[in-house]
C-alpha cells in the first residue's frame, strides 16, 4: 500500500477532500486500492475449458490477471483515468474476486482504514 502515500500526493484536492471529511473512508480506500493496485498480476491454471471475450482457454492453460490493465479497463469503470475518492469503485479487480478470492485482499483495506 506503499502506493498509496504517492497516489495521495500527487492528488492533493483528492487527499484535501478526504482528510475534510468530504469522502467515505471506505469508498476512498477501495478506490484508491483501484488505482494503486497492491500486486501487479498474478496467474492461475484453468480448471476446465471455456471462452472468454472469444479467446479459447484450455483446460491447463495458465491465466493471468493484470491489476493496473483491469483496474482501468472502461468497460467497466466510468472515467478509470481519474482518481475520485468519492466514487465506490465496481467490478475492481485490485486483488482478485470471485472463485479466487483469498484472505489477503482484507489485510490492505483494515491496515489502510485503520491508518
Known sequence: ?????????????????LKDGQCEIDKAVDEVLRWASPSMHFGRVAAKD?????VQIRADDIVTLWHASGNRDERVFHRP????????PTGTSR???????ASVPTLPRWRSRSC
Open 95 to 101: 486483488l482478485g474476486t470471485g472463485l479466487i478470492t
Open 1 to 17: 500500500m506503499i502506493d498509496s502515500v504517492n497516489t495521495l500526493a500527487a492528488h492533493p484536492k483528492q487527499w484535501r477532500r
Open 81 to 88: 483515468e481519474v482518481l475520485d475518492l468519492a466514487v465506490h
Open 50 to 54: 471455456t471462452i472468454l471475450r472469444g
